[in-house]
């Protein structure tokens, strides 16, 4: 399977690894050498993807849990830490969006994504962090989105929980270098996955136009799975070893735009 060494023998923990940019990145890592749990919520695609990655020659394995219920997913977390031996690399990237004017959002629905998107993050970080300071290294990569740092209409929530979980990543890196851990954020535009594409088509449906001419005029086309997969690899990655709190936006040039 092995078609690169850039996670050699190294251990990778990912969540929301089943699906869409998920899976582009546990399929990646997998061909880098590493050695995968994943976590996801998603049980009949984590285990074809395992099953994938194994009859490859690569080494991964499957734990269920909806990462919004922290009992499961620290229960998760745990079986994958035995199951993996020690955890050298963290990528934290489940999650999901809804798209509806902020006065007809709800409390359930606020409550549910921000218990998806951030409390996971802090979740996860708060189990796995600790053994990385024994280590003495670690490596984290949270996902972010352009949404991180810019304000979209029908997407406040969503904007609210990406902004947090960039600010998380900002927050461990300062307060855990002296540990020798990194904690980056991946920031990506639109991405061509189960996610991407509902978010486009509703918004298109509540009266924007990304379909027809958004995309062009942002980010000039949709970003593919495998390439913010690949900007998750370099921060994870050996080559990026003196990068920490940044944010990698994955959007063509949109952020930096004028
Ligand atoms: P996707 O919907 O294609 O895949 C998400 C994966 O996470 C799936 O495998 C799904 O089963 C899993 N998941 C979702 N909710 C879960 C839960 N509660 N518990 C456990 N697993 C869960 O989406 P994607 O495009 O890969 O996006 C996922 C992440 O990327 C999110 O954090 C999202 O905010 C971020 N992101 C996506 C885009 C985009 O345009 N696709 C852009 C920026 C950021």
């Known amino acids: 399977m092995s078609t690169g060494n850039k996670l050699k023998d190294q251990t990778v923990l990912i969540t929301g690894g089943a699906g869409g940019i998920g899976r582009a990145a546990s399929l990646l890592f997998a061909e880098q050498g590493a050695i995968l749990a994943i976590i996801d919520y998603d049980k009949n695609s984590g285990i074809e993807l395992v099953e994938t990655i194994n009859k490859k020659g690569g080494k991964s394995a499957f734990f269920h849990a909806d990462v919004s219920d922290a009992v499961l997913l620290t229960e998760a977390i745990s079986q994958a830490k035995q199951w993996l031996g020690r955890i050298d690399n963290l990528f934290n990237h489940a999650g999901t969006i809804i798209v509806k004017p902020l006065h007809e959002t709800t409390l359930d629905e606020y409550d549910r994504l921000m218990a998806i998107n951030t409390r996971s993050a802090f ?37 609210m929980t990406k902004g947090a979980v960039l600010q998380l990543a900002r927050s461990v890196s ?85």
């Open 123 to 159: 979740v996860t970080c708060k189990t796995v962090i600790p053994e990385m300071v024994a280590a003495g290294k670690g490596n984290i990569v949270i996902t972010s989105s352009i949404n991180g740092e810019k304000g979209f209409s029908l997407e406040s929530v969503y904007c």
């Open 174 to 258: 300062a307060e855990y270098r002296q540990y020798g851990i990194r904690c980056n954020a991946i920031c990506p535009g639109f991405v061509e996955t189960a996610h991407g594409l509902r978010e486009i088509g509703s918004l298109d449906i509540q009266g924007q136009t990304w379909e027809a001419d958004g995309l062009a005029s942002t980010q000039v086309r949709i970003c593919k799975a495998e390439e913010a997969a690949a900007a998750a690899l370099f921060l994870l990655s050996s080559d990026a070893s003196f990068i920490n709190g940044t944010a990698l936006y994955v959007d063509n040039g949109w952020s930096s735009k004028g």
